[in-house]
């Protein structure tokens, strides 16, 4: 049987991607980075702040970490509740005594339901990132433009009301786009998104909006609810990914170490202390930057 030429003809094949989101580019072939004051790892803190309605929405997909069991889910309802009601403030007093800054990825519904956890976050000095509506606004490209631009908007918008200040960053549910996401994003005025987790620096997208790579791999749901691991065994792989890109920085230019912490998750009490000692570690090391997901962005835009 002789195959159809139209079998192998694909208009996309080229060198690089099947997209036209931004371009093909090997670590090698970019210009070296360099953090501020000689610094060359750095540690971006990110924690996602979210609000699960208690009934999940299933359109276009049901968010990692949601109700799971026959309605009302009491259980994993009150369980993600506790990272708004105690968890996310051990990280704040953890955050501070440490002396490092965070990006606080908040769902628009922590800022209605919840505004004085927005306004902490904000005297504190921390960054808001706007991270969709609730933890049923997710985003797939079967959801209508109209509809994602609705989301974004209403996210910036309840976040900016209490904050004071618009978000600079956008963390989707799920690290999830749309093809129309970027564009969406640009036309909202955020400047940096943390959805693709394809690099260890940031990179820029072909309309202008930066990436800021959120590595899922050593997350704390991924290493601590997934994979069931220890908090010493977290540490102990984000102490040793530091050492490695500290490593490959003396030769190839500075790098990006993301850490993606969960309030119910991390901030339990038999975790915490691990934790604390976590930071320590990495602010003793003199290769550390703490910094803000805007911070990199800035430092980042300079260099290019």
Not at 35 to 60: H, N, R, Y
Not at 118 to 138: K, L, P, Y
């Amino acid at each position: 049987m002789t195959l159809d030429p139209n079998y192998i003809e694909y208009p996309k094949r080229r060198l690089g991607y099947d997209h036209d989101l931004y371009a093909f580019s090997t670590l090698p072939s970019r210009k070296p980075l360099a953090w501020p004051d000689g610094k060359s790892v750095a540690a971006w803190i990110v924690v996602s702040l979210e609000w699960f309605p208690i009934t999940p929405g299933d359109t276009p997909f049901r968010a990692p970490g949601h109700m799971q069991t026959a309605y009302p889910d009491y259980r994993h309802y009150t369980a993600r509740e506790y990272g708004t009601r105690v968890g996310f403030y051990r990280l704040l007093d953890a955050f501070a005594k440490a002396g490092v800054k965070a990006s606080i990825a908040a769902n628009g519904a922590i800022a209605q339901r919840y505004p004085s956890i927005i306004r902490d976050v904000v005297d504190a000095g921390h960054e808001i990132i706007a991270h969709s509506t609730d933890m049923n606004g997710t985003i797939a490209s079967s959801l209508p433009v109209d509809a994602e631009r609705a989301l974004i908007h209403d996210s910036i918008a309840a976040l900016s009301d209490v904050a004071g200040v618009a978000p600079r960053g956008w963390h989707s549910i799920a690290r999830s786009q749309s093809f129309a996401t970027p564009d969406l994003l640009m036309e909202a005025g955020i400047e940096y998104c943390c959805d693709w987790a394809n690099d260890e620096v940031p990179w820029t997208f072909t309309n202008g909006l930066v990436n800021l790579p959120l590595n899922h791999e050593l997350s704390d749901r991924q290493i601590l609810n997934v994979q069931q691991q220890s908090v010493d065994s977290y540490a102990t792989q984000i102490l040793d990914a530091h050492d490695w890109l500290s490593a490959e920085a003396q030769t190839q230019g500075a790098r990006l170490l993301p850490l993606h912490l969960t309030p119910y998750i991390i901030g339990l009490p038999y975790r915490m202390d691990a934790f604390e000692r976590l930071l320590a570690d990495l602010a003793a090391r003199p290769q550390t930057w703490f910094a803000r997901g805007s911070d990199i962005l800035d430092s980042f835009r300079s260099q290019m």
